[in-house]
């Protein structure tokens, strides 16, 4: 069974400040990590795939196969990354992309 | 391009009524899912559809829950009868075939059960 552990409901922080959310998973095959955000009032959009190793609005994440992590970095946070964050994973199998999805990170970056 | 639609927004309902969401992928897109997000948590697959075929179901409470597609298009999903912890955001996404990474997904219907 596949399982993604995101421990902090909220991250407070304030501008400026690096950011850092934490994302464990379990998984016995070879898996594809997301990253999904949901701003305020809008939908739930991706933001990055560990495949990609793109930089999104600042934002990175590296898939840590030996400590089953995937977490989101950003160096200096701005208000408008204020958002909820969803770690998910999707077996890698070449086949169809069921995500798992973790409860989601609160982000809150004061000013 | 359109997003994916769903309808309505907000129900209200007692337990053991029924109730049926709708939705309308974006145009084109073979692939859709039905998510149930319970507060404060993720979203949980409840099924998705290749075209007008089931692919995964394994979650759907067959007992009280259907979906269907039937033109490869729409779908909706019914709660017959409805419990108080089906109280939920129902979220419908699509994307553009099987083996495609990104979905994307529409508003929601928050679905209360008194």
């Known amino acids: 069974a596949q399982r993604v552990t995101q421990p902090e409901k909220l991250l407070s922080v304030f501008k400026g400040a690096p950011v850092e959310l934490k994302c464990n998973y379990s998984?016995?095959?070879?898996?594809?990590l997301f990253w999904y955000v949901q701003y305020s009032r809008q939908r739930l959009q991706l933001l990055l795939r560990?495949?990609s190793r793109e930089s999104i609005k600042g934002f990175t994440a590296d898939l840590n196969k030996g400590e089953t992590s995937f977490h989101l970095k950003k160096p200096f946070a701005q208000e408008e990354d204020s958002a909820m964050y969803y770690c998910?994973?999707?077996?890698?199998?070449?086949?169809?992309?069921?995500?798992?999805f973790g409860r989601g990170t609160s982000l809150i970056v004061h000013p | 391009e359109a997003g994916v639609a769903q309808s309505p927004r907000y129900k209200i309902i007692e337990k053991r009524q029924s109730v049926a969401f709708w939705c309308n992928p974006i145009?084109?897109?073979?692939?859709l899912y039905w998510y149930q997000q319970i507060l404060g948590q993720g979203p949980k697959l409840l099924i998705q559809?290749?075209?007008?075929?089931?692919?995964?179901d394994s979650q759907l409470p067959k007992d009280r829950f259907s979906a269907e597609r039937l033109k490869g298009v729409d779908s909706t999903l019914k709660i017959q009868p409805a419990k108080l912890e089906d109280s939920a955001v129902y979220l419908c996404?699509?994307?553009?075939?099987?083996?495609?990474?990104?979905?994307?997904f529409g508003p929601g219907t928050r679905l209360t059960v008194t």
């Open positions: 998910a994973l999707s077996p890698a199998s070449g086949g169809s992309y069921i995500p798992t």
């Open positions: 560990h495949i």
């Open positions: 559809f290749q075209n007008n075929g089931v692919v995964d």
């Open positions: 145009s084109g897109h073979a692939t």
């Open positions: 998984y016995s095959g070879s898996p594809e």
């Open positions: 996404a699509s994307s553009r075939g099987e083996t495609s990474y990104e979905q994307y």
